[in-house]
């Protein structure tokens, strides 16, 4: 079955310090890749997306994500947290014809 | 240019009412998506119009339903509401049919309330 996993649901990161959020997909090829940001009360806005080419892929606000093909991984990086990158984030596959499949989100919490 | 718009923001409604719900997707988009979130969890894909037509549909029962317009604004309607509605419901845009490559971006949602 397609499926979409986000491992930790809550991670609390000091400012300045580095983010890693993980995501693991299930598919038998390799799927279109992306990471939203929610802020509360607030839509998703696109940090960034993978369809093929480089397996590391440039966002906005500083993010980073690496596609390993091997892991069935996308995991979202960030060299250095700032406090408004306090929010939720979600990892989203298409597997078919524009049908966005999310996972169950990692709220990021970031102290002083 | 304006990006996805949504209306209302907020809607408060009773078991068994009928709800509807707007988007106005960004300009130059044709494609509209609709998404329900329910409280800490991720969005689920209700349905998507295309050319005035669902092309894809969720795992959601047929009290949901939607329309596009020619202008491309969509409608998510919602009969015989359900105290299991309540949640944020986001519209999506995007631009043709390419099979999924086209990025999608979201409006603000909409949320609904069911007492």
């Known amino acids: 079955a397609q499926s979409v996993t986000q491992p930790d649901i809550h991670i609390t990161v000091s400012e300045g310090a580095s983010l890693e959020l993980r995501c693991n997909y299930s598919y038998g090829a390799t799927p279109y890749l992306f990471w939203y940001v929610q802020s509360p009360g607030q839509g998703l806005q696109l940090l960034l997306k993978y369809f093929s080419g480089d397996t590391l892929v440039q966002g906005i606000k500083g993010f980073e994500a690496e596609f390993k093909r091997s892991q069935s991984s996308f995991n979202l990086r960030k060299p250095s947290v700032h406090w408004s990158d306090a929010a939720e984030y979600f990892c989203?596959?298409?597997?078919?014809?524009?049908?966005?499949?999310f996972g169950a989100g990692t709220q990021v919490v970031v102290t002083p | 240019d304006a990006g996805v718009t949504q209306s209302p923001t907020h809607l408060i409604k009773t078991r068994g009412q009928q709800v509807t719900l707007r988007c106005s997707p960004k300009s130059g988009h044709d494609t509209v998506s609709w998404y329900q979130q329910a409280l800490g969890q991720g969005p689920q894909f209700i349905f998507q119009?295309?050319?005035?037509?669902?092309?894809q549909r969720g795992n959601f029962p047929d009290r949901f339903s939607g329309h596009q317009f020619p202008n491309y604004s969509s409608e998510l309607n919602v009969n015989a509401l359900l105290l299991g509605d309540s949640a944020l419901y986001l519209c999506a845009s995007s631009l043709g049919a390419s099979g999924g490559q086209e990025t999608q971006y979201f409006g603000p949602g909409t949320r609904l309330l069911v007492l």
């Open positions: 119009y295309y050319e005035e037509e669902e092309r």
């Open positions: 989203a596959v298409v597997f078919s014809w524009g049908k966005l499949q």
